[in-house]
Nanobody, 124 residues
Framework: QVQLVESGGGLVQAGGSLRLSCAAS????????MGWFRQAPGKEREFVAA????????WYADSQRGRFTISRDNAKNTIYLQINSLKPEDTAVYYC?????????????????WGQGTQVTVSS
């Protein structure tokens, strides 16, 4: 059974920070690229960032570069998304996902496994 479990979301004031976590279990993810996406109400799921399991390479959506940082802790089988200077428009459900092929990293359909999501709400 493959499981990805996100945590760390919540209600935060604009300008604040959050660190989201995604714990992976059930199989070895050493060959998977791991990604973070977000989905706001009424909008499509949007790519945020991705990282190889070794951590040697990272990718960011152009609009997220600067305030978002993706990282991983292999000992804990966990990836993280640090979000700084939060804005109300960052309000969304944030999902982590695993991409076996390591291709088309910004396209949700290319990810094989998904977590249940964690809600981030930013108040103005």
């Amino acid at each position: 059974q493959v499981q990805l479990v996100e945590s760390g979301g919540g209600l935060v004031q604009a300008g604040g920070s959050l660190r989201l976590s995604c714990a992976a279990s059930g199989r070895t993810f050493s060959r998977y690229v791991m990604g973070w996406f977000r989905q706001a109400p009424g909008k499509e799921r949007e790519f945020v960032a991705a990282i190889t399991w070794s951590g040697s390479s990272t990718w960011y959506a152009d609009s997220q570069r600067g305030r978002f940082t993706i990282s991983r802790d292999n000992a804990k089988n966990t990836i993280y998304l640090q979000i700084n200077s939060l804005k109300p428009e960052d309000t969304a459900v944030y999902y982590c996902a695993a991409n076996k092929q390591g291709e088309r990293l910004s396209v949700p359909a290319w990810y094989d496994y998904w977590g249940q999501g964690t809600q981030v709400t930013v108040s103005s």
